[in-house]
């Protein structure tokens, strides 16, 4: 059976998908349908962040299913007030809305900021500044949102109220905001956008600076969060907390799942009836998004982020090719800027056993799950060196 033909017959062409069709995977392994083995730097797109089939996520699903699959939220469900507790209490904010993707949890927060001035009698504070760049996902909202013209031709008329300043351009930001300014959107590190960390003390000031102006700061840790910078979330590394923060992608432990949380203040103005989801809190998904919350915490996996990321990190930088730019990121989030375009790189690695992506046309993105070893780190590196000399 030709599955990649057959898929092309029947679902739409809206994804660059690479010639594989990927069948089951084991901790960082997955295994393609003629057998092959590749090494798993992608996770999905950090998604599946302990890798393939984790025991502890596994076994969370199944007992979960053998109970319930779905409630509806006009009901409490045990798995979704559980996982919520343990959001609040590693955020340090007030109270969690699930969803069931990283472009529905931006849409929840950019309603959340307009209802909340709205409750306030600022009704003309409903703008919001965000970063060139920068990436909210697909809703008519969030790509408008987003800081790349790419995503946005041919769906005009766009969601009026937003407005882009550079990244870590804190004097650019400043000079922006108004007073229809009602919050500033964005991500502690750019992941689609070409991974970018945000400059230290950059995130202070923008901190400073909502207060100062009386804004909501929200940050987007769809890609970034979930303890793929060392950290549960990755604005702790730059000591600053927002408003509202966005999740998704690896909170359900490879199962669809978003979230945003907010402080108490804020989220006070999302009562009955302002907004809903429903799927959200699903009770399978949020039971694979405790069993991945506990088994980061208890594992120790956070620190096991902080080694690796620096072994692999120093491995890149060893690597002598005259076409690497810059590797930056942070955690197990990086990205290697070339002078060439990487797409002939990244399938060539594939042809070699090692998934790898892009960020951009000159960006090769490295997300390893958060267990990965250095061993494993080695290997990567190594089928990556080879590329590189074959394509020189």
Known sequence: MDYIEDGKNVLMGTYGRFPIVLERGEGPWVWDTEGKRYLDFTCGISVNNLGQCHPAIVQAVQKQAAKMFHCSNLYWSIPQVALAEKLVSYSGLGKVFFCNSGAEANEGAIKLARKYFYDQGQTDKNEIITMVKSFHGRTLATLTATGQDKVKTGFAPLMPGFHYVPYNDFEGLAAAVNDRTCAVMMEPIQGEGGVYPADAGYL?????????????????????????????????????????????????????????????????????????????????????????????????????????????????????????????????????????????????????????????????????????????????????????????
């Not at 000031?205 to 909501?216: D, P």
């Not at 809903?276 to 620190?303: C, I, M, Q, R, W």
Request: charge should be negative; proline fraction near 4%.
């Open 204 to 392: 202070k000031k923008v901190r400073s600076l909502c207060e100062e102006k009386g804004l909501l700061l929200i940050f987007d840790e769809i890609q970034c969060g979930m303890g793929r910078t060392g950290t549960m979330f990755a604005y702790e590394n730059y000591g600053v907390r927002p408003d509202i923060v966005t999740l998704a992608k690896a909170l359900g432990g490879g199962l669809p799942m978003g979230a945003f949380i907010a402080t108490d203040e804020v989220s006070a103005s999302f009562g009955p009836g302002s907004h809903g989801s429903t799927f959200g809190g699903n009770p399978v998904a949020a039971a694979a998004g405790n069993a991945y919350l506990e088994t980061v915490a208890e594992k120790h996996l956070l620190d096991n982020v902080k080694t690796v990321s620096a072994y692999l990190k120093d491995q890149l930088a060893a690597i002598d090719d005259s076409r690497i730019k810059e590797i930056r990121g942070m955690g197990l989030l990086l990205g290697m800027e070339m002078t060439v375009e990487v797409a002939p790189m990244v399938n060539s690695c594939l042809k070699q056993g090692l998934l790898l992506l892009n960020a951009g046309p000159n960006v090769i993105r490295f997300l390893p799950p958060l267990n990965i070893t250095e061993e494993l780190v080695d290997s990567a590196v190594a089928i990556l060196k080879k590329v590189f000399k074959e394509e020189a």
